[in-house]
């Protein structure tokens, strides 16, 4: 199954957090009484997401963390390295990869497609767009809903 990991998952909930509140300067103990984390999976999370520019930490009194820019100025794709480090559905799909058989290997370009299409989905929402609800989806009829996604596979 893929999926983002759970400190990425967490570090968008504290980033809307962030988001929901522009401007305010958040302590660790504040952002995880409002994302419903406990304090030291907070803390952990804000070091890489100050690491990457995501949030900016304030020292002193009243210091705490906000975001470094507005939240429609960040992308998913930005948390997500942030935190995993570059997007690469495949060892082959990275493009500095370490792979044995690349030089053989007639799957790697639709890896890599494949690998873009997801990096231009992530590009394409913003941490704005997140504090939105997702609109309501039709019930389906089949037990399994599909989504077709365009990919042209190279041949």
Same mark, same amino acid.
């Given at each position: =199954?893929?999926?983002?990991?759970? *400190?990425?998952?967490? %570090? $968008?909930? #504290?980033? $809307?957090? @962030? %988001?929901?509140?522009?401007?305010? #300067?958040?302590? %660790? ?9 406990? +304090?030291? /999976?907070?803390?952990?999370? @804000?070091?890489?997401?100050? &690491? %990457?520019? @995501?949030?900016?930490? @304030? ?15 960040? /992308? ?6 942030? =935190?995993?480090?570059?997007l690469a559905m495949?060892?082959?799909? +990275? ?6 058989? !690349?030089? +053989?290997?007639? #799957?790697?370009?639709?890896?890599? *497609? ?6 231009? !989905?992530?590009?394409? #929402? $913003?941490?704005? &767009? =997140? ?10 009829p089949e037990p399994t809903r599909r989504?077709?996604? !365009? ?5």
């Open positions: =199954m893929l999926r983002v990991t759970k *400190l990425t998952d967490y %570090a $968008t909930v #504290v980033l $809307t957090v @962030l %988001a929901a509140r522009q401007g305010q #300067v958040l302590s %660790a103990a504040e952002l995880a009484e409002h994302s419903g984390l406990e +304090q030291p /999976t907070v803390s952990k999370l @804000l070091k890489p997401l100050a &690491q %990457a520019g @995501l949030v900016e930490g @304030l020292r002193g009194v009243h210091g705490g963390y906000r975001l470094s820019r507005e939240a429609d100025r960040i /992308t998913l794709i930005e948390i997500v390295e942030a =935190m995993e480090g570059p495949t060892e082959c799909s +990275q493009h500095d990869s370490n792979c044995g058989i !690349a030089h +053989q290997c007639g #799957v790697r370009s639709n890896w890599r *497609l494949i690998n873009d299409v997801v990096a231009d !989905a992530l590009r394409g #929402v $913003t941490l704005a &767009q =997140m504090l939105r609800p997702a609109p309501p989806t039709e019930p389906s989504r077709e996604i !365009a990919v042209r596979v190279a041949s």
